[in-house]
C-alpha cells in the first residue's frame, strides 16, 4: 500500500480551479502526493484503482463527487478526506470537517479519522439524501440547463419548470413499523436526521445515530407555499418520521424510477430499499 495521498479531482467540479492553490500549498509543505485530475465519467474508475493502491483518498468535488468515492469506501481501510470543491458543500459543512487549505494540512500532517454512517438505496451509497418525486425531476432539468447556461443560472429555468410541471407518484413505504400509502410528488430518505431552524437552516448535528430520516408530503403536488407553511406550522401535509430498520418503498406502476442520490438523478430498479450502514465511512479530520 502506497504511503503517499491520491489527490483526485473532479475537472467539472464548480471551484475546481482552486485546485492550483491547494497544490502550491501541498508542495511548499513537502506532502507526498499523486495527482489525479478526471472528467466526471472517469472519476469511478479513478477512484477504483486509487482505492487499491493508497491508503488516504484526498477527493475534490461536490457531494455528488463524495458520494460516488463513499460508495467504494464503504467498510473499507481507506480513509476519505474532502476537498470542498463543490457548489454547495453541505456534508463538509454539516460535519465541520477540514475546510480550507491550512485545516486540511493539519489534518495530513496530524491525521485523526472519524466513522460515521452511509445509507444506501437498492446498492447505491448516499452520504445526504435520497428523494423521488419532484427533486429528482429538478435534477434532470438543471443537468440539462447546465449545458448552457453556468450552473447557478441553470436553477433558475429549472426550479420553475418542475413546480409547473410535476406529477404524484402513488407508493407504499413498509417495514416491521410502518405500512403507508400516500399520493405524493415529495419523498425523502436521509442518511440520519436532519433538524431545522427557522427561518432556512437545515442541517443534520450528528452522523452515527444509525438512522434513516423520511419526510414527505402526505398528498398531492409540492409547492413553495406549502414549504412556507410547514416552516411557520401553518400546514399539517408535511410528515417527518425516523427508521432503525430498512424500508421499502413500492412505486405504483414502476418498474424503474429516477431518484436522486446527494443532488445526481439516477435510475434504479423498484422497489426502493432504504438501509443505514452503520460506522462505515472513515473519513480524515483535524480533531
Not at 118 to 136: C, D, H, K, R
Not at 179 to 205: A, C, G, H, W
Amino acid at each position: 500500500m502506497n504511503s503517499s495521498i491520491a489527490l483526485i479531482v473532479n475537472k467539472k467540479a464548480k471551484n475546481a480551479p482552486q485546485i492550483t492553490n491547494y497544490l502550491a500549498a501541498f508542495d511548499d509543505n513537502q506532502i507526498n502526493y499523486y495527482y489525479f485530475v478526471v472528467e466526471p465519467e472517469d472519476l469511478v474508475s479513478t477512484i477504483q484503482d486509487c482505492i487499491k493502491k493508497f491508503k488516504i483518498l484526498l477527493v475534490g468535488g461536490g457531494d455528488g463527487t463524495i458520494r460516488s468515492a463513499a460508495q467504494y469506501c464503504v467498510n473499507t481501510s481507506t480513509i476519505l478526506g474532502v476537498l470542498p470543491l463543490g457548489t454547495m458543500n453541505h456534508f463538509v459543512k454539516e460535519l465541520s470537517l477540514p475546510a480550507d487549505i491550512n485545516s486540511i494540512l493539519d489534518a495530513i500532517k496530524k491525521p485523526h479519522t472519524i466513522k460515521i454512517d452511509l445509507a444506501e438505496v437498492n446498492g447505491l451509497v448516499f452520504v445526504n439524501n435520497s428523494s423521488l418525486g419532484i427533486y429528482p425531476q429538478f435534477a434532470r432539468r438543471r443537468d440539462y440547463y447546465a449545458k448552457f447556461y453556468h450552473k447557478w443560472l441553470s436553477y433558475i429555468p429549472s426550479i420553475i419548470q418542475t413546480f409547473r410541471h410535476h406529477g404524484t407518484f402513488q407508493i407504499a413505504i413498509k417495514n416491521e413499523n410502518l405500512d403507508l400509502s400516500l399520493d405524493t410528488s415529495f419523498f425523502m430518505v436521509s442518511n440520519n436526521l436532519y433538524t431545522y431552524q427557522f427561518p432556512t437552516k437545515i442541517e443534520r448535528s450528528n452522523f452515527q445515530q444509525e438512522l434513516l430520516g423520511i419526510y414527505f408530503l402526505k398528498y398531492g403536488k409540492f409547492s413553495l407555499e406549502k414549504m412556507i407553511q410547514h416552516v411557520l406550522g401553518k400546514n399539517n401535509n408535511f410528515e417527518i418520521m425516523k427508521s432503525a430498520t430498512p424500508i421499502k418503498v413500492e412505486v405504483k406502476n414502476k418498474e424503474r424510477i429516477s431518484i436522486s442520490l446527494d443532488g445526481d438523478a439516477v435510475v434504479t430498479d423498484c422497489p426502493l430499499i432504504y438501509k443505514i450502514i452503520p460506522k462505515s465511512l472513515q473519513l480524515l479530520t483535524n480533531k
